[in-house]
């Protein structure tokens, strides 16, 4: 091997207005350069109790257990649902994109029964859709997406929690794409669980899940309990329930290691931890919502400007997310060869679409550190100049007219 063809790590300079991953806000980069001290130094369980504290904060809980999964946002969806979930238990998830397909199919892993509504892509559940079907399935769990960025629409949370209340229905959302950019209210709507992970409005890397749980939820997971010979004492009882089929995502072992007794589970990723914590302090800094206030303020901007270059948007508007925008790709133009001059010519990536949608729809995203005027205005008009260039005529400026206009209005 000739070491010297290795240089050292030095991306190109990119715009990331995809669906996630965007470009990390630089104080959480400078956060994740600190240096590394040992996980039980009072240092790092100090941090990891403020990271617990903070995260209460993003998730609107005064949940105690609230803490995070070192892997991405799928380990965070993984701990939960392999821990909650006691093999042969009944689930629900109604799916309107492909993040609740990868909901099903964790929980199949689980050994779960699961059941399924559906709805097409670009539309949401209306609450009695939901309640009929927990009424029909009755399930010990309802699994749900708030935003799922594979359709770029928002599943109205609000009235579920009240329904599984009624139907003794233990109630998880993944948050992973609107936490942070869109209201979601932990405590107030009554989740017992919700996962996320950072790329997205929170402003991150990808790599760590932040996962809040009820007392509720948490109580189950505790009837689930063991304690790896090897660490266990003679004090340490396991729980009566059948154990959780996972060594990493098993929860119980995480709390045991994120509370007062710090049984070591795993390494804590430090420099992981040291970012989380950048992410939510910056957005609690920000105010929660003002940060939500500010994705939906951009958000708003890119779809106005995207109508008034001609081009349709994807699905029900009224419940389009804050942080991304499907956009139709007009006939005749082909999607790669747009994103790819974006990509070479401007620097700014958008992204593409899966399954049904792929090749039919682009998605764009302005969040996290990219919910800004500046890269609002850039991507509009890169967009605008390489649709002209490849033949889709539009009315050159309009876009940005109509996106300054939008700012003005919303200034007053
Ligand atoms: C709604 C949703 N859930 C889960 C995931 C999976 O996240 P990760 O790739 O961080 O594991 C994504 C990623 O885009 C997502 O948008």
Excluded at 204 to 209: D, V
Aim: aromatic content about 6%; overall charge neutral.
């Amino acid at each position: 091997m000739d070491i010297t063809q290795f240089s050292q790590i030095n991306p190109p300079s990119r715009l990331l207005m995809g669906p996630g991953p965007i470009n990390a806000d630089p104080r959480m980069l400078r956060a994740m350069s600190a240096q590394l001290v040992g996980q039980y130094d009072p240092a790092m369980t100090g941090m990891m109790n403020e990271v617990m504290a903070l995260y209460r904060g993003v998730f609107r809980t005064q949940n105690r257990w609230t803490m995070l999964v070192d892997g991405t946002s799928r380990a965070g969806i993984e701990a939960v649902l392999v821990s909650a979930i006691r093999p042969g238990d009944r689930v629900l998830v109604p799916v309107f994109g492909r993040f609740g397909h990868l909901l099903c199919e964790i929980a199949r892993r689980c050994r779960a029964e699961v059941h399924t509504i559906e709805v097409p892509w670009g539309e949401v559940f209306t609450p009695d859709a939901v309640e009929e079907a927990i009424k029909k399935v009755r399930p010990r769990l309802l699994l749900t997406v708030q935003g799922d960025t594979s359709t770029t629409m928002l599943q109205p949370l609000a009235e579920l929690g009240e329904i599984c209340r009624r139907h003794d229905v233990l109630f998880y959302c993944d948050a992973t794409a609107s936490l942070a950019g869109n209201v979601l209210e932990t405590d107030a709507w009554g989740l017992d669980a919700v996962s996320a992970g950072l790329q997205k409005c929170l402003g991150g890397p990808s790599g760590t899940a932040p996962v809040t749980l009820s007392d509720k939820l948490a109580e189950t997971i505790r009837q689930r309990k063991r304690v790896e010979a090897g660490i266990r004492t003679a004090a340490h009882r396991d729980g009566d329930d059948e154990m959780i089929w996972s060594n990493y995502f098993d929860l119980g072992m995480i709390m045991d290691y994120w509370g007062p007794e710090r049984l070591n589970h795993h390494t804590e990723a430090t420099s992981a931890l040291y970012g989380a914590r950048e992410c939510a302090r910056l957005i609690l800094q920000e105010g929660l919502d003002a940060g939500i206030a500010r994705h939906k303020l951009h958000g708003e901007a890119m779809l106005t400007g995207i109508q008034h270059m001609g081009l349709e948007t994807f699905g029900d508007l009224r419940h389009k997310m804050n942080n991304v925008l499907g956009v139709v790709i007009p006939s005749g133009i082909h999607g790669d060869r747009v994103r790819q001059l974006m990509l070479d010519d401007f620097g700014i990536e958008i992204g593409t679409s899966f399954g049904p949608l792929h090749g039919k729809v682009w998605r764009i995203g302005t969040m996290g550190y990219n919910a800004r005027k500046d890269c609002v205005m850039q991507t509009l008009s890169a967009l605008e100049a390489v649709l002209n260039h490849l033949g889709f005529r539009t009315v050159q400026g309009a876009a940005l007219q109509a996106a300054w206009d939008h700012y003005r209005r919303e200034a007053h």
